[in-house]
């Protein structure tokens, strides 16, 4: 899943360990988030997107919404 997760930690100036002290968890899982290797579950989304003070689909893409596979 493409996500925003990266440029959002680096409008704060954020390292991925001070952004993993933030949500509770590793600089590690802070890193697989960012790269693809891991999706979040809902609660850490949630967490996530609360903290940017943004809707969790501005920050997560799964391809199918305004994609263009998106039927219009």
């Keep these: 899943m493409k996500n925003q997760l990266k440029v959002l930690r680096a409008m ?8 993993g002290e933030h949500l509770d968890v590793s ?5 697989a988030i960012e790269t693809g290797k ?19 689909e501005e920050i997560f ?6 994609g263009k596979n998106d039927g219009q």
Excluded at 38 to 56: E, N, T, V, W
């Design 38 to 56: 891991y999706d979040p579950s809902l609660p850490l989304a949630f967490k996530i997107a609360r903290l940017f003070g943004q809707p969790i």
């Design 61 to 66: 893409d799964d391809g199918s919404i305004g």
């Design 12 to 19: 704060r100036n954020w390292s991925q360990a001070e952004l």
């Design 27 to 31: 600089r590690q899982a802070v890193n």
